[in-house]
């Protein structure tokens, strides 16, 4: 089986551009995650969604920041305008919700903002 | 809120075993989780523990809880140079992944 699909894997990109992250998360998961990776803040939850609807963005940075979940297999991160500081590692991660709780990561998207 | 930390850094030899540490703060977690994050990519479950459990053993791995402290380690046997990882603790309630709070990871290197 596939597992979570994160595109695209590396991006380097000028500030004040517009970024797009894409994830497929694994079939039949009904809990789909953001996350962002840094040296210096480590793991942070960005926003989750419950059956393609947002449940939880506190974690959202700030307004340059949108998640979308159209459908059940596919979601979106959007950074516009971009800055430097939005320099991480950003993953999608997956899970049935429910049971043991697991979460299924993707590769990540390795986002660089000059 | 809840809060899980872990040391940053923790160097082995080879055949050795590693300790890594974690503690919680939320006593009503029910799951505790070890992922291990392999350079340059995603997080895996490496195993979990229930809150109702204090030690759970798989293969080279053992994870020990004590729920009064609020501390789990995890021990693995025989390390190995493949080993060498972040491995991040985090604690969920309800069997929900919406409520996983992840450490900051612990750096493990295996030295030959």
């Known amino acids: 089986d596939a597992g979570v699909i994160q595109s695209p894997r590396h991006e380097v990109t000028e500030m004040g551009q517009e970024v797009t992250l894409r994830c497929k998360p694994i079939?039949?998961?009904?809990?789909l995650f953001w996350y962002r990776q840094t040296m210096m803040r480590g793991l942070e939850l960005l926003i989750y969604?419950?059956?393609?609807?947002?449940?939880?963005d506190s974690g959202m940075p700030e307004d340059r920041f949108s998640a979308k979940m159209p459908n059940a297999s596919f979601s979106t991160l959007k950074i516009q305008p971009s800055e430097p500081r939005d320099s991480a590692v950003y993953f999608c991660?997956?899970?049935?919700?429910?049971?043991?709780?697991?979460?299924?990561f993707g590769e990540g998207s390795r986002l660089t903002v000059l | 809120g809840e809060d899980v930390e872990q040391s940053l850094f923790l160097s082995v030899r080879e055949g050795d075993s590693s300790v890594i540490n974690c503690t919680y703060t939320?006593?009503?977690?029910?799951?505790l989780y070890w992922y291990k994050q392999e350079p340059g990519a995603g997080l895996q479950l490496l195993t979990y523990?229930?809150?109702?459990?204090d030690m759970k053993q798989d293969q080279r791995l053992t994870v020990l809880l004590n729920k009064k402290d609020k501390h789990l380690s995890l021990r693995i046997a025989d390390t190995q140079t493949g080993d060498s990882a972040i491995y991040f603790c985090?604690?969920?309630?309800?069997?929900?992944?919406?409520?996983?709070?992840f450490g900051s990871g612990t750096q493990l290197t295996v030295l030959p």
């Open positions: 991660a997956s899970s049935r919700g429910q049971g043991t709780g697991e979460l299924f």
């Open positions: 079939s039949g998961h009904n809990s």
């Open positions: 969604f419950n059956n393609n609807v947002p449940i939880d």
């Open positions: 939320d006593s009503s977690s029910t799951y």
């Open positions: 523990i229930f809150s109702n459990m």
């Open positions: 985090a604690e969920g309630r309800s069997g929900s992944a919406r409520q996983l709070t």
